[in-house]
């Protein structure tokens, strides 16, 4: 049995969930199973519409985890309002922020943090999975299909982790579906922009990291699993392709908003995030009143 990391009172790790209550105990018990230690934890019910079950679920966390904070939205403030709580509220010099589809192990955690210690300058960094939506190889890692159970996927990220012990590469853009962000990140930009309701949040914080400074950093030997799509899969049809539908408005909403907000071409159609020239995009003189966007207080919403 792979001993778990341990995490001191200098880190925080949120999660947040809209629903899905069986992927996000799940992804809970990854961490449980992962991490070990005084760290504080802040879990985010994003007014999850399944009569309070993902609130209960995060309760329970809480008693079995003294530094555990919940809070619960009284309407969806989708991925960024519920990232910014968590920025808003975390005490930790590192902040590692997991999607509740995210299934973490002692591996992944031990290479992110030895990454992420070795270089002031990495401001942000994350680790590969068997899907990230970038479509990039270094990030996208096949996985076997044998690779069915908690204690083989231990097993998996070890033998990944001993094959890409310590290294790193930068990245581009930030995809935000597990991360961490030194408190470094946090004191000079601040939290996510609100002008972005959920999607391109994640990018445009990488954008004003790297004009602050800062780098994006892949720790290449930490490998998390990604259940892909169970935030959709779980739902009737019906709901599903609501939510499908909903997403695509978002996208498309936001990406007006991101070519707004750096200048681009308004006929410039949405086509893929490796598409845009994000050196250009980065290369903006640092000014703290146009890249910081400071924290909110959702104190109400805790429980």
């Known amino acids: 049995m792979t001993e778990k990391y341990r995490l001191g009172n200098d880190v925080t790790i949120g999660m947040s969930a809209y629903g899905n209550y069986k992927t996000t105990s799940e992804a809970l018990h990854a961490l449980f199973n992962s991490a070990e230690g005084d760290f504080e934890l802040l879990l985010v019910d994003d007014c999850s519409p399944d009569n309070g079950l993902t609130l209960s679920l995060f309760l329970q966390a809480k008693r079995l985890h003294p530094r555990t904070k919940v809070l619960s939205f009284d309407r969806n403030l989708e991925y960024s309002g519920s990232l910014n709580a968590i920025f808003s509220h975390a005490t930790g010099r590192w902040v590692l922020f997991l999607s509740n589809d995210i299934f973490i192990t002692p591996a992944y955690l031990r290479e992110l943090f030895q990454v992420a210690k070795s270089d002031p300058a990495h401001g942000i960094v994350r680790g590969s999975s068997n899907f990230v939506d970038n479509q990039l190889e270094t990030h996208n890692i096949m996985m076997p299909e044998s690779v069915t159970h908690q204690e083989q996927l231990v097993a998996f990220a070890e033998d990944h982790a001993s094959r890409f012990h310590q290294q790193c590469m930068t990245d581009e853009y930030l995809t935000g579906d597990a991360f961490m962000v030194s408190r470094a990140v946090l004191d000079k930009i601040g ?41 959709f899969d779980y739902l009737p049809e019906e709901l599903r392709e609501e939510k499908k539908m909903l997403r695509f408005m978002r996208v498309f909403e936001n990406w007006a908003r991101f070519k707004l907000k750096y200048g681009l071409p308004v006929e410039q159609r949405y086509t893929s995030m ?28 805790f429980k």
């Open 274 to 301: 490796n598409d845009l020239d994000w050196k250009v995009l980065c290369q903006k003189p640092f000014k703290p009143d146009l890249w910081y966007s400071p924290p909110r207080d959702y104190s109400r919403f």
């Open 191 to 231: 939290v996510l922009d609100p002008m972005f309701f959920g999607y391109f949040a994640d990018h445009d914080y990488g954008v004003r990291a790297r004009i602050a400074g800062f780098k994006l950093i892949l720790a290449r030997g930490a490998f998390a699993f990604h259940m892909r799509a169970a935030n």
